[in-house]
């Protein structure tokens, strides 16, 4: 048995022991002081701080099927307690009639207004048969959700070119290689990523990226649109049950931007600024397409990507082959922690023989003068049955007192070998960046007398600001200097090359930004709209065209298989909300990126605050002002 099978099958007691505690709580004696009930109330979940977080994980990493099953069977149980405690009236009753003294401190008030919040929230001060609904609606939009997401899994196709190789011209060669033609010499593509972006990317014949395009965009319809359709009904009507104008105003509320009409707001704001941009290089794309297109007016979603692409092969002569030669991965992650080391004043130590879930994983104490401070995993390699992607993982959370911090990384870059330094893309340097700057703050937000506030428990439009920050670090010549070197060489990444390298990838951002305002506004006004009133393909259509200077290709339902609007609902907008504080911070560093006394400030202030403030105030005292978006604009102009 190893530490993480362990703590699954230590749930069931630790549920048990936090419903004692619940009870224990709802007996607290009624002059208790105000603020022993707000901690006591935080503490309820105690018993299962350190070892609910594996259930969450060991589905994705571990490489035994029953314990992933058993570690779902963990989580849907606990998911169960979670929603009783929500809909609990007698715990809510007992701190609604709290009277916190004059003197309680900042985060006791934090804690109390946050909880009755969510309780409001969750709709158990309504009387019964609203909480009866409420409950009704909830189930039933988690089935919802699961049909959308299912229907878009399931809706990947097949295209089959008859025409075979010679039909892909301007494929790369490895691409070729693992697309073999069939006996009758036609060549079979789908519509998943790693074929539909490579295509996208480099197809010279329009017609293979039109046929894919259109194959992809109908995915998932007709039969998604009245899932939709069902799925925002129950939305509106559970916001406006809650007393919420719409589901876009009740999702939002919790968020920074605290309500849909802010987010509509902040998304024309970045619109305007992205427009002028974009409207240049809609004209350098067009430009382009008339080289072999003499009588083109217009460009089209199934082309932009390729002329982007052969723009930027015309005048960054960027190759991204020439990179990756400079980044072996051991090298990289050395580097990586020497870097973190200094800006964060900690150290790292390889845990030997620690207890994990598999032999690849390499698990690492955090220490902070000679201190050790937190722990966390690496499993950074493909294997069968793994998640497939990059994400941050936390195990537990930091309780000043009483818990260090465990957090992870779950990624899949290629496994060094003998002979083979395993090259790394430098957008996969970029996305190691990105989970480990999600790392450090889940490490740094360790110490809060409340158990709520710790780890990454801020509001979720700041969650990707850490992460996107850290990543401007790999964009550093001076920095990359330090460890990208071609392996068993002294030659370090020559400045030009990242220079190159980074003026190549900010090609057409202007246009990609268009693109995500479109996705951020057709997923806020779905959310504003009566759902029973919508044409999903017309409101795509019209919001393309006041977002971009593209129109929607005709036959296209793009709105059937967008998977965000079930798991962001009304939200879309986060992404772009975290770049433009990220890029405002970096203004603080980049003249001198490693100043350890300005990044010291930036830790304390922001990061390790956790949830103890909202992101708005960590980020003024920090800067001295509240954020802005003159940095963003900046960056969208240069
Ligand atoms: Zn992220």
Redesign the pocket.
């Known amino acids: 048995m190893s530490l993480h099978v362990d703590r699954l099958h230590q749930i069931p007691a630790a549920l048990t022991e936090t419903k004692r505690r619940r009870d224990a709580f709802v007996a607290l004696d009624s002059d208790t002081p105000a603020s022993d009930v707000v901690r006591a109330f935080d503490r309820i979940g105690l018993p299962l701080v350190e070892v609910l977080h594996s259930a969450g994980v060991m589905p994705s990493v571990h490489p035994d099927a029953d314990v992933r099953q058993l570690a779902e069977t963990r989580q849907q149980e606990a998911a169960t307690f979670a929603t009783e405690m929500s809909l609990d009236r007698e715990v809510f009753e007992r701190l609604s009639k709290l009277e916190l003294p004059a003197d309680a401190d900042a985060a006791t008030r934090r804690r109390l207004e946050h909880a009755l919040r969510d309780f409001r929230r969750s709709g158990v001060d309504r009387d019964e048969a609203t909480r009866d609904r409420v409950r009704a609606l909830q189930d039933r939009m988690v089935e919802l959700g699961q049909t959308f997401d299912r229907a878009i899994a399931q809706s990947s196709k097949s295209i089959v070119f008859e025409g075979g190789h010679a039909v892909l011209s301007g494929l790369p060669a490895d691409f070729l290689a693992s697309h073999p033609e069939g006996e009758d010499g036609s060549v079979t593509i789908t519509t998943d990523p790693p074929d539909a972006l490579p295509i996208m990317m480099y197809a010279d014949d329009v017609d293979v990226r039109k046929r894919l395009y259109m194959e992809s965009m109908t995915r998932a319809y007709p039969e998604n649109f009245d899932t939709l359709r069902s799925l925002l009904s129950c939305r509106r009507e559970l916001a406006q049950l809650l007393g919420y104008d719409s589901w876009a105003d009740y999702v939002t509320e919790d968020k920074m931007s605290k309500s849909g009409g802010r987010v509509a707001e902040f998304i024309d704001q970045v619109s305007d600024l992205s427009s002028v941009r974009g409207t240049q290089e809609y004209a350098d794309l067009l430009e382009e397409k008339r080289k072999t297109d003499p009588t083109a007016d217009s460009v089209e979603l199934y082309e932009w990507v390729h002329l982007v692409e052969r723009i930027r092969k015309q005048r960054f002569e960027f190759d991204s082959q020439e990179a990756r030669a400079y980044f072996p991965y051991d090298a990289t992650l050395k580097g990586l922690l020497e870097l973190t080391s200094e800006l964060y004043g900690v150290t790292f130590q390889v845990v030997q023989d620690a207890d994990t879930w598999h032999a690849d994983v390499v698990t690492y104490d955090l220490l902070e003068k000679g201190e050790v401070i937190g722990r966390f995993h690496l499993d950074m390699f493909p294997r069968k049955d793994k998640y497939k992607h990059a994400?941050?993982v936390d195990f537990v959370v930091g309780l000043d007192g009483e818990f260090l911090p465990e957090g992870g990384l779950v990624c899949n870059f290629s496994k060094p070998k003998d002979g083979d330094p395993a090259l790394m893309l430098h957008t996969q340097v970029t996305t190691l960046f990105?989970?480990f700057?999600?790392l450090m703050h889940f490490l740094m937000a360790r110490r809060h007398e409340y158990l709520a506030f710790g780890g990454i428990s801020c509001e979720w439009d700041f969650?990707?600001v850490p992460?996107?920050l850290y990543e401007e670090w790999a964009w550093d010549p001076a920095v990359l200097a330090r460890f990208a070197k071609k392996p068993g060489t002294d030659q370090a990444i020559p400045a030009d090359l990242v220079q190159r390298m980074r003026a190549a990838e900010e090609y057409g951002k202007g246009l990609r930004m268009g693109i995500q305002m479109t996705y951020a506004t057709q997923s806020l006004d779905l959310h504003r709209l009566d759902p029973a009133t919508i044409d999903f393909d017309a409101i795509t259509r019209q919001i393309r065209e006041q977002r971009t200077p593209f129109r929607e290709v005709e036959g296209t339902h793009q709105a059937a298989q967008f998977g965000h609007l079930n798991g962001y609902s009304a939200i879309y907008y986060t992404y772009a909300w975290s770049d433009v504080i990220a890029r405002d911070l970096w203004r603080e560093f980049e003249s001198d990126v490693m100043n350890a006394d300005k990044f010291g400030g930036y830790k304390d202030k922001v990061l390790a605050a956790g949830g103890s403030q909202d992101a708005a105030d960590m980020v003024e005292s920090f800067l001295g002002r509240p954020f802005s978006f003159d940095a963003y604009e900046a960056w969208l102009s240069r």
């Open positions: 994400m941050m990105h989970e700057g999600h969650v990707e992460s996107q």
